[in-house]
């Protein structure tokens, strides 16, 4: 099972301080151009959205599930134990009789059914979402989908990076921002892309990403989409931060023609393919440089 031995080979997430940068043109189009077996994990579990461009084979599905408390009314006394070792109110107890129970805040934690004196708790499973695997060439899928309703995003994270091979690079195109979900994702990598446009918006959100990824103490690197006329100094920030520009996309028209049709930059602008496959090549050098596996 992959993610649970020691990786051999390396992890590279490709993020955003907000959406709408293009992290996810970059994970897909790097993929294609890495000359190599790769697997590509949509993390972004709310609103997936790889398995549009590309067809995929044998595309496998399997449950993802959490524990939760079931509570047996015959033993339970109301004492409220459980209720008072709960920080997120997944069990309210209401005087002395049996606590009210709320799914959907529970974290799984199973302390709970450890404080229980009346041993009255026990745990049952809950699906939470579901993690797909399937191929496309030479690009594994693996791809998380977090069911309606839920909003527990982390334990299905976790799903789908521990259905990553070890010996075989991961392309991580992680959830935007700089929450929960994404410190979930970025910390199964060895790299991180950072991806942002010259923006009021996004060179705040950039900077409060840069901040995240130092405090996992990850190497990072940045690509800037949509490169015009710098007039907020996203440029002049990388430079002064030591940031390495990796990549600069041009807001070039055609390109989001490309992906507004549900196909590839890569594949459809050959001039853009040899981009990324200059970013590939770049993204082997920084983790060569970090001691990363090329």
Known sequence: MGGQTKRQAPRIAVASGKGGTGKTTVALNLAIMFDEPVQLADCDVEEPNLNLFLQFDQLDSQPVTMLVPEIRADRCTGCGACSEICRFNGLVSLGTSKPLLFPELC????????????????????????????????????????????????????????????????????????????VATLRESDYVLLVADPTPFSLHDLKLAVAMVRELRLPCGVIINRAGEDLVGLSRYCQDEGLPVLLSLPDDRQI???????????????????????????????????GGQP
Do not use: M, W
């Open 256 to 290: 989001a023609e490309v992906v507004s049709k549900g196909q590839l930059v890569a594949h459809c602008l050959p001039e853009y393919g040899l981009l990324f496959k200059q970013l590939a090549d770049r993204v082997r050098t920084e983790l060569q440089q970090h």
């Open 107 to 182: 974290h799984g934690c199973g302390g709970c059914a450890l404080v229980c004196p009346a041993e009255a708790i026990s745990e049952r499973p809950l699906q939470i979402g579901t993690v797909n695997c399937g191929h496309s060439n030479a690009i594994r899928l693996v791809e998380g989908r977090l069911d309606v309703g839920v909003s527990l995003v982390p334990p299905v994270i976790r799903a789908v990076t521990n259905q990553l091979f070890s010996d075989i690079p991961a392309i991580l195109d992680a959830p935007p921002g700089t929450s929960c979900p994404a």
